[in-house]
């Protein structure tokens, strides 16, 4: 059922000029087409003249043309305009067309001679008649509508694409994690390309959709490792271009099957009893003290909170008591004013507060320097920053995505030197 007043059809299309003409009279009319240079406004204008409502004198203008008045106008569904039809060319003709639920019906106009010959010609064609301010008040609507309807799909393509650029990349992790690799590089450039070493040294690449390219980016620039690959490390090489993936399968299983372990509880427990008492971080011996005693074995800093957790479960596995903290700020403050003096420290390369070389020349500056040994983590192949770390200090400069048992055996080592004795004492 349609929802408009039936419309009114005939083969020969009146014309506002002419009707109105015939209502006011050859003077009144003549005065208004003086005064009115926009024929859309005609009506409007002598209106104004007679005193009389737009709909009032529109409605003897419909009964000398034969036809009918829309009983209000509302907008478009300008999405579903006819090809070569826009809310432009509908403002410039006077007129609104009239969609409903995809299905064209016609139009609704203040001027049917303005009405484009190709539709007027139409044997179905049909038109209602409303006041010009009415319809450029619901044509103003339409854009807003079809704005947010743009707006929308594009959001909704944008999301989509993101998706599917997702299961791109999870695929390609896959792919590449098949061959026993920890490592990839992604370029986007003519094509998508990723590129990877086999263990054996073989040399690998694949292809990815040029049309996932926008929704790979911001995976890329904003990621959020996948529940398979929790490890994942992306670094940026080249915004928007170039890019270097890397992930720790050790710490990807770990974290799966703590996940599903009823030991999770039980190892949760264990963490927060290696935590240290407030009488002990803050007591006033341990400040003032010329050699303080540890207390803590390992301070490990690193601002990924997933990394952190699942190397922190390695130790403390090991029964090796672990201080985690995912400020370097914050633990450079407390180990400057003794509130935790590590045997070992344990850091990240890349951190957002402080890098980690300069955390290595502030630590270079606090009393415990030399009792402490330091190790980096990184996920950077730069041989200039390894050597920059080396001469800041570090015993060992590890890459992220090492088997952690290897970082495990350095820390090990290193206490027993501090402590020969037993390295699961703090």
Not at 116 to 145: K, M, N, Q, T
Not at 403 to 422: G, I, M, T
């Amino acid at each position: 059922m349609k929802p408009f007043h039936s419309f009114f059809r005939r083969n020969s299309i009146p014309s506002l000029s002419e009707s109105l003409k015939k209502v006011v009279g050859k003077a009144v009319f003549a005065e208004v087409e003086r005064e009115c240079p926009d024929r859309r406004r005609l009506l409007a204008v002598a209106s104004e003249r007679l005193g009389k409502g737009e709909r009032i004198l529109l409605a003897e203008v419909a009964d000398v043309m034969r036809g009918r008045l829309a009983p209000r106008v509302i907008p478009t569904e300008a999405q579903h305009l006819p090809e070569g039809i826009t809310i432009a060319t509908m403002r410039r003709d006077g007129y609104i067309a009239i969609i409903h639920e995809g299905d064209f019906r016609g139009v609704i106009c203040s001027d049917p001679a303005q009405i484009p010959e190709v539709w007027r010609r139409a044997a179905d064609f049909e038109y209602l008649l409303a006041p010009w301010s009415e319809i450029a008040h619901a044509l103003g609507e339409s854009e807003c509508h079809l704005e947010a309807f743009r707006a929308q799909e594009e959001e909704d393509r944008r999301v989509q694409q993101g998706l599917l650029a997702e299961k791109a990349l999870l695929m390609l992790l896959r792919d590449v994690q098949s061959y026993g690799v920890r490592e990839v590089r992604i370029a986007l450039e003519e094509k998508i390309q990723y590129i990877f070493t086999t263990p054996d040294g073989q040399s690998g690449r694949g292809d990815i959709r040029m049309d996932l390219r926008d929704g790979l980016i911001r995976v890329l620039e904003n990621y959020a490792a996948p529940e398979e690959f929790p490890s994942l490390q992306v670094e940026c090489l080249e915004q928007q271009r170039y890019y270097r993936l890397n992930w720790v399968p050790e710490i990807d299983k770990e974290i799966q099957e703590s996940q599903h372990s009823p030991l999770a509880e039980a190892e949760k427990a264990l963490h927060e009893s290696t935590t240290l008492p407030a009488s002990k971080e803050h007591g006033e011996n341990t400040v003032e003290a010329k050699q303080p005693e540890y207390t803590v074995s390992l301070l490990l800093i690193d601002d990924n909170e997933t990394f952190g957790a699942v190397v922190e479960r390695f130790f403390v596995r090991e029964g090796i008591s672990v201080k985690r903290y995912s400020s370097v700020k914050q633990a450079l403050k407390d180990i400057t004013a003794g509130v935790i003096v590590p045997r070992v420290v344990v850091c990240d390369l890349h951190m957002p507060e402080m890098n980690g070389v300069e955390f290595l020349k502030r630590f270079g500056e606090t009393p415990n320097k030399e009792r402490t040994t330091l190790f980096m983590l990184t996920s950077d192949e730069e041989v200039d920053t390894e050597i920059e770390a080396v001469r800041s200090g570090v015993e060992a400069y590890l890459r992220k995505n090492e088997d952690p048992r290897l970082l495990c055996a350095h820390v090990e080592r290193a206490l027993k030197q501090k402590n020969p004795s037993s390295v699961k004492a703090a």
